[in-house]
């Protein structure tokens, strides 16, 4: 194969940034958190899967190795409880009836 | 798009919730009205069936029970049907030929699939398997496009017509139990809201909280179960009809193999009437350990080559995450117990079997499966396990069980390494080196090509056969 045949690298991206996509989304924001993160279980997980995995991008590290979460943009998808690697951390639930995420498209 | 049932949803979502009658008290969520009369000789129940979930499943459901003449109550924590759910984007709607003849006439379609392609993407490079049947966008139709807002409002307005109660914008909390712990109905979260129920069918969803709390299922698992994450792009119809090369209501179904980052999973691209959905399913558990953010693969795939100009110029309208249940036949749950029925995503029915992504329509046989079977164990007076278990038997008759039964091994194959990884290569490398033409140098063979494109991406012949046989008996 010649170097003009061979496979190349994708082009950079030049796509939205994940912020502009959740700007895209409905949310109506219930006053009570459906899913909460116990912070001192997460200080003792090295993996924090849930930080990469969530597709709305609501976890994030704490400089004292612990995890914050916002549960106002939440997709209620689950990712979350599934990667979690610590028994304890994450209490899920669905937000009150009529709250949260209100998809148009899906 | 603005179909009149978008319209119809809309005002629903501006006047609450259906079947809620009066205002809501101030500061507080309206109670649960009008839905626990007493009812005569029935003894202590106040509905005949409670079905938790507005999705396509419960639905269909739904319509079964007030066809018989139940009392059911269709419960949806969103504020309108479909307002919780994503998916691909296709539906195979011809499961309804039988419970709602006139479907076609004002089911919700985007468009009717004419076009499908099977693409395997390596590098910058594409590999496609395109079949075209014009057919299929003509009655009775095959598979059509749609948004889960409207189609399960659609369904569930179906439903609502043969007599059920739709009470959205209402979460079932969790189980109640009767005399010797038999499911008895269930908690909501409105004041004074717990419904009495004689069954409960369980249609709440991948997450299948119910299922769980019934003790039916351990609940989802990360090996199990896919992430879905899409984006919906807003594109001119003429556009998307002369990218995709379709005219009228026609539409295209891309689905791809090659492109996640080595996390185990596929992409899909799908056309709208004015929009395309376009999208990754990844595992969570490979998701996990990649380290890498979904969207990031997303991003990955609308810039190869082979798809970024059907995208190019479009706007984001709504970007979207859901999770899909892969286990299949080898992990359902049990499908039903004492007074309560499981069915669609909370059963694990989504067909994730390579060739044939299928959900809906599992979940709508599933459902009307289980509203017969919910409605002739109400008839026998016995809604306990032995009379619920007619559930199954119906499931092991119809496609629903027939299809996962008989393709419970294909998920594994088309996550196998080999496929994830190797073979996109492979077909990529074979088919550019035989289309290649480097004159004066004559064309080699094919098999010695095979061989090349083999050994360059570190498969072995005996892996080619024994994944053809694996494949034979897979599909068989």
């Given at each position: 194969?010649?170097?003009?045949?061979?496979?190349?690298?994708?082009?950079?991206?030049?796509?939205?940034?994940?912020?502009?996509?959740?700007?895209?989304?409905?949310?109506?924001?219930?006053?009570?958190?459906?899913?909460?993160?116990?912070?001192?279980?997460?200080?003792?997980?090295?993996?924090?899967?849930?930080?990469?995995?969530?597709?709305?991008?609501?976890?994030?590290?704490?400089?004292?190795?612990?995890?914050?979460?916002?549960?106002?943009?939440?997709?209620?998808?689950?990712?979350?409880?599934?990667?979690?690697?610590?028994?304890?951390?994450?209490?899920?639930?669905?937000?009150?009836?009529?709250?949260?995420?209100?998809?148009?498209?899906? | 798009?603005?179909?009149?049932?978008?319209?119809?949803?809309?005002?629903?979502?501006?006047?609450?919730?259906?079947?809620?009658?009066?205002?809501?008290?101030?500061?507080?969520?309206?109670?649960?009205?009008?839905?626990?009369?007493?009812?005569?000789?029935?003894?202590?129940?106040?509905?005949?069936?409670?079905?938790?979930?507005?999705?396509?499943?419960?639905?269909?459901?739904?319509?079964?029970?007030?066809?018989?003449?139940?009392?059911?109550?269709?419960?949806?924590?969103?504020?309108?049907?479909?307002?919780?759910?994503?998916?691909?984007?296709?539906?195979?709607?011809?499961?309804?030929?039988?419970?709602?003849?006139?479907?076609?006439?004002?089911?919700?379609?985007?468009?009717?699939?004419?076009?499908?392609?099977?693409?395997?993407?390596?590098?910058?490079?594409?590999?496609?398997?395109?079949?075209?049947?014009?057919?299929?966008?003509?009655?009775?139709?095959?598979?059509?496009?749609?948004?889960?807002?409207?189609?399960?409002?659609?369904?569930?307005?179906?439903?609502?017509?043969?007599?059920?109660?739709?009470?959205?914008?209402?979460?079932?909390?969790?189980?109640?139990?009767?005399?010797?712990?038999?499911?008895?109905?269930?908690?909501?979260?409105?004041?004074?809201?717990?419904?009495?129920?004689?069954?409960?069918?369980?249609?709440?969803?991948?997450?299948?909280?119910?299922?769980?709390?019934?003790?039916?299922?351990?609940?989802?698992?990360?090996?199990?179960?896919?992430?879905?994450?899409?984006?919906?792009?807003?594109?001119?119809?003429?556009?998307?009809?002369?990218?995709?090369?379709?005219?009228?209501?026609?539409?295209?179904?891309?689905?791809?193999?090659?492109?996640?980052?080595?996390?185990?999973?596929?992409?899909?691209?799908?056309?709208?009437?004015?929009?395309?959905?376009?999208?990754?399913?990844?595992?969570?558990?490979?998701?996990?350990?990649?380290?890498?953010?979904?969207?990031?693969?997303?991003?990955?795939?609308?810039?190869?080559?082979?798809?970024?100009?059907?995208?190019r110029g479009g706007t984001v309208k709504e970007y979207a995450a859901h999770l899909v249940p892969e286990g299949g036949?080898?992990?359902?749950?049990?499908?039903?117990?004492?007074?309560?029925?499981?069915?669609?995503?909370?059963?694990?029915?989504?067909?994730?079997?390579?060739?044939?992504?299928?959900?809906?329509?599992?979940?709508?046989?599933?459902?009307?499966?289980?509203?017969?079977?919910?409605?002739?164990?109400?008839?026998?007076?016995?809604?306990?396990?032995?009379?619920?278990?007619?559930?199954?038997?119906?499931?092991?008759?119809?496609?629903?069980?027939?299809?996962?039964?008989?393709?419970?091994?294909?998920?594994?194959?088309?996550?196998?390494?080999?496929?994830?990884?190797?073979?996109?290569?492979?077909?990529?490398?074979?088919?550019?080196?035989?289309?290649?033409?480097?004159?004066?140098?004559?064309?080699?063979?094919?098999?010695?090509?095979?061989?090349?494109?083999?050994?360059?991406?570190?498969?072995?012949?005996?892996?080619?056969?024994?994944?053809?046989?694996?494949?034979?008996?897979?599909?068989?």
């Amino acid at each position: 194969m010649s170097s003009a045949d061979r496979p190349r690298p994708l082009p950079p991206a030049e796509e939205p940034s994940l912020a502009d996509r959740m700007a895209t989304v409905d949310f109506d924001v219930g006053g009570r958190p459906h899913i909460t993160v116990d912070t001192r279980v997460c200080r003792s997980c090295t993996t924090k899967a849930c930080v990469s995995a969530c597709p709305a991008d609501l976890f994030s590290p704490t400089a004292d190795g612990g995890v914050l979460f916002n549960y106002e943009h939440c997709f209620e998808c689950g990712t979350c409880y599934l990667v979690c690697n610590e028994a304890g951390a994450i209490s899920w639930g669905y937000p009150d009836g009529g709250r949260g995420v209100v998809f148009r498209r899906g | 798009m603005t179909s009149p049932n978008t319209d119809d949803r809309r005002a629903a979502e501006r006047e609450g919730a259906p079947g809620e009658a009066g205002d809501p008290p101030p500061g507080g969520r309206p109670a649960l009205r009008g839905v626990r009369e007493p009812e005569p000789g029935r003894g202590p129940a106040a509905v005949d069936a409670v079905v938790v979930g507005a999705g396509p499943a419960g639905s269909a459901a739904a319509l079964e029970l007030a066809r018989a003449g139940r009392s059911v109550v269709l419960l949806e924590r969103g504020p309108f049907p479909g307002s919780k759910n994503v998916y691909g984007g296709v539906i195979y709607p011809r499961v309804l030929d039988g419970v709602l003849p006139d479907w076609r006439e004002d089911a919700p379609a985007q468009r009717w699939v004419v076009r499908r392609s099977t693409v395997l993407l390596s590098g910058d490079r594409a590999v496609s398997v395109d079949v075209r049947v014009p057919g299929w966008g003509r009655p009775p139709g095959n598979g059509m496009t749609a948004y889960r807002a409207d189609f399960d409002s659609w369904l569930a307005d179906r439903a609502v017509r043969a007599g059920a109660r739709l009470v959205a914008s209402t979460t079932a909390t969790g189980l109640l139990r009767g005399p010797g712990g038999r499911v008895a109905g269930v908690r909501t979260d409105r004041p004074g809201g717990d419904l009495a129920a004689r069954v409960v069918i369980a249609c709440d969803g991948v997450n299948s909280l119910l299922a769980r709390e019934a003790g039916l299922h351990p609940g989802p698992r990360a090996r199990h179960t896919a992430l879905g994450v899409k984006e919906v792009i807003a594109l001119p119809r003429d556009a998307i009809d002369q990218r995709f090369g379709l005219s009228g209501d026609e539409g295209a179904d891309f689905e791809m193999l090659g492109c996640t980052g080595g996390i185990p999973g596929g992409g899909f691209l799908y056309t709208n009437a004015e929009t395309v959905a376009v999208g990754a399913v990844l595992s969570v558990s490979g998701l996990a350990s990649s380290g890498r953010r979904p969207e990031e693969v997303v991003d990955r795939i609308k810039r190869h080559p082979a798809i970024a100009p059907y995208l190019r110029g479009g706007t984001v309208k709504e970007y979207a995450a859901h999770l899909v249940p892969e286990g299949g036949y080898r992990h359902m749950p049990r499908l039903y117990g004492d007074g309560i029925l499981v069915a669609g995503d909370a059963a694990g029915m989504t067909l994730a079997a390579g060739i044939w992504l299928e959900g809906v329509n599992f979940a709508i046989g599933a459902g009307l499966a289980a509203g017969r079977a919910a409605a002739e164990a109400l008839a026998a007076g016995d809604t306990g396990r032995r009379g619920l278990a007619r559930y199954e038997r119906a499931l092991r008759s119809s496609f629903v069980l027939a299809d996962h039964a008989r393709l419970r091994g294909a998920l594994d194959l088309v996550l196998s390494p080999r496929v994830q990884h190797r073979y996109p290569g492979l077909a990529a490398d074979l088919a550019q080196a035989a289309f290649t033409v480097d004159n004066p140098a004559p064309k080699p063979g094919l098999a010695r090509l095979l061989l090349r494109a083999a050994r360059a991406n570190g498969v072995r012949l005996h892996h080619l056969a024994a994944d053809a046989w694996r494949v034979a008996r897979v599909f068989r």
